[in-house]
C-alpha cells in the first residue's frame, strides 16, 4: 500500500512539475538551437559531415528552393556548387537566379557545351566589363567570377535549364546591343542599324562617363530621351520577335532603375514574381510537379514582407501551399572574412547588424560551414514549449525563425577572383 502511495505521489509530482513547464516555458537559447544545428564542410565540390544529412532531407522533401545568399562571396558560390548532384537526383530541372531574362538566355548560350563555361564566361567578362576610376562596370551580376562560373558549370553539367526573373543589370546594355545586331545579321539593314548602334552608343557612354564623374543623376534618365538611342530601337521590325523581347526588357529595366527613388522596388519585385511565374506557368505543360531552386539575395528570399514587397520565398512559399508540397527557403550570414589586414570578425564589426541574433552566432566556426533547421524552432514556439525573449531582440528573431526554414553561417569568407583577362 506504502509503494503505491509513493507512486501515486510520485507521478503528481512529475505531472505538476511538466505543466510548470508548460505553464513557464524555456527562452530560446544557444543551447536549444545547437540541438538543431548541424556542421559540415565543402571539399572538391561535395558536402562532408553530419550536416550533409540535414541538406540532403530538405532538398529530397522540397519543390521549391529558394536559397537566400549574401552576393559576391566565394563561400556561397563553393556551395552551390556543391548542391547540384543533389539536386539533380531530386529531379530538380530549374534555377532560377538574379539577372534579367535577356542576360539568362546569354548565359545559356555560354554554358553550351557545359564543360566549357568557365572559359566562355572568362572571354565575355573580358570583353564586356568596363573600368572607369574606382568603378567596375560588370555585364551580368554575379556572374563575374571564377567560382560563379564553376557553380554555373556545374548546374549546366546537371541539366539544370536557367530562369532570368530580375530586371536587366546597370550595365548589361553594351552588350544586350550587341544581342540585338545579332538579330539582323545578314539582312539588308544590317548597315544602316549598324551606324545607329554607333550613335547610340556613344551618348550612352557619354551619359555614364558623366555619372561616374558625378555629372547627372543617373544615366537611364537621360538615355531614354535621347533621339540616337530611340531611333536605333525604332529601326528593328515589329516582326523582329527576339529583337523586340530584347528592346522590352531594357526599357523595363531602364524604368525601374530611373523611378528607385519613387518606390519602383515594388515593381522590380512585380516584374521579378511575374517572370518566375511565366517560366514555372511553362514548366507545368510537360510535368507536373516542376522543381526550381532559386538563388538569390536573402532579402528577397524570406517568406515574410521583406522590404515593402512580397517577396519570391513568399511567392514559393504561396504555390508550395497551394500545391501541397514544400517550399524552403534559406537565409546565409557571413560571419568572418578574409581581408589584406587578417580575418575580420563581422559579428564585431557588424555588432548592429548581428547582435540580436548572438545566440545563433555563438555557433558560428571560422572553418566550417552550420546549417539550423529554423522550422524545428519554429514549431517549438508555436507549441510553447520554447518563447522568444522578451527584450528588444525578440523582434529580429521573430523575423529570423519565421520567415526562413533554415540559416547557414559560412565559415571565413573570400571574396571572389575575377573571371577576366585583367
Not at 535621347?226 to 528593328?236: D, H, L, R, T
Not at 522590352?248 to 515594388?266: F, Q
Not at 529570423?400 to 583577362?421: A, H, K, T
Request: aromatic letters at 10%; charged letters at 25%.
Amino acid at each position: 500500500m506504502k509503494r503505491l502511495i509513493l507512486l501515486i505521489l510520485t507521478m503528481c509530482l512529475a505531472n505538476c512539475v511538466n505543466a510548470q513547464k508548460e505553464h513557464n516555458p524555456q527562452i530560446l537559447s544557444t543551447a536549444h538551437i545547437q540541438k538543431h544545428a548541424a556542421y559540415f564542410t565543402v571539399e572538391n565540390g561535395k558536402i562532408n559531415g553530419k550536416g550533409r544529412k540535414m541538406i540532403k532531407k530538405m532538398i529530397n522533401s522540397s519543390q521549391f528552393i529558394t536559397y537566400g545568399e549574401t552576393h559576391n562571396s566565394k563561400q556561397v558560390s563553393l556551395l552551390i556548387k556543391s548542391f547540384m548532384p543533389l539536386l539533380k537526383k531530386a529531379n530538380f530541372k530549374y534555377f532560377a537566379i538574379e539577372v534579367g531574362p535577356s542576360s539568362a538566355k546569354k548565359l545559356t548560350e555560354l554554358s553550351i557545351p557545359a564543360e566549357k563555361t568557365v572559359e566562355n564566361i572568362r572571354a565575355f567578362n573580358t570583353k564586356y566589363t568596363v573600368s572607369q576610376g574606382s568603378e567596375t562596370a560588370e555585364p551580368i551580376p554575379f556572374f563575374a567570377g571564377v567560382s560563379d562560373a564553376e557553380f554555373l558549370q556545374a548546374a549546366r553539367m546537371n541539366n539544370m535549364e536557367l530562369w532570368g526573373i530580375d530586371q536587366e543589370y546597370y550595365y548589361s546594355t553594351f552588350f544586350l546591343l550587341d544581342e540585338l545586331m545579332t538579330t539582323v545579321k545578314g539582312s539588308p539593314n544590317y548597315g544602316k542599324l549598324t551606324q545607329l548602334k554607333k550613335g547610340a552608343m556613344q551618348i550612352m557612354y557619354k551619359h555614364f562617363l558623366d555619372e561616374f564623374a558625378k555629372k547627372n543623376d543617373g544615366a537611364y534618365g537621360l538615355i531614354v530621351k535621347e533621339k540616337a538611342v530611340n531611333n536605333f530601337f525604332n529601326a528593328f521590325k515589329k516582326t523582329n520577335l527576339a529583337a523586340q523581347e530584347i528592346i522590352e526588357n531594357l526599357k523595363v529595366s531602364w524604368d525601374i532603375y530611373i523611378r528607385w527613388r519613387n518606390d519602383s522596388h515594388v515593381d522590380r519585385i512585380s516584374y521579378m514574381r511575374n517572370n518566375f511565374m511565366a517560366h514555372f506557368k511553362k514548366a507545368l505543360k510537360s510535368e507536373k510537379e516542376p522543381k526550381v531552386f532559386t538563388k538569390i539575395g536573402s532579402l528577397h528570399a524570406s517568406k515574410l514582407i521583406s522590404n515593402g514587397a512580397f517577396d519570391i520565398g513568399n511567392l514559393t512559399e504561396e504555390l508550395g501551399q497551394k500545391n501541397g508540397t514544400v517550399s524552403t527557403t534559406i537565409n546565409t550570414w557571413v560571419p568572418f572574412s578574409k581581408t589584406k589586414n587578417g580575418i575580420q570578425n563581422n559579428l564585431e564589426k557588424y555588432k548592429r547588424s548581428y547582435g540580436r541574433y548572438a545566440i545563433f552566432t555563438k555557433l558560428a566556426k571560422e572553418n566550417e560551414w552550420v546549417i539550423i533547421n529554423l522550422k524545428s524552432i519554429r514549431k517549438a514556439l508555436l507549441d510553447g514549449s520554447i518563447v522568444l525573449p522578451s527584450n528588444g531582440d525578440y523582434h529580429k528573431l521573430k523575423k529570423l525563425i519565421f520567415g526562413y526554414d533554415y540559416q547557414i553561417m559560412l565559415p571565413i569568407n573570400e571574396s571572389i577572383v575575377p573571371n577576366r583577362d585583367q
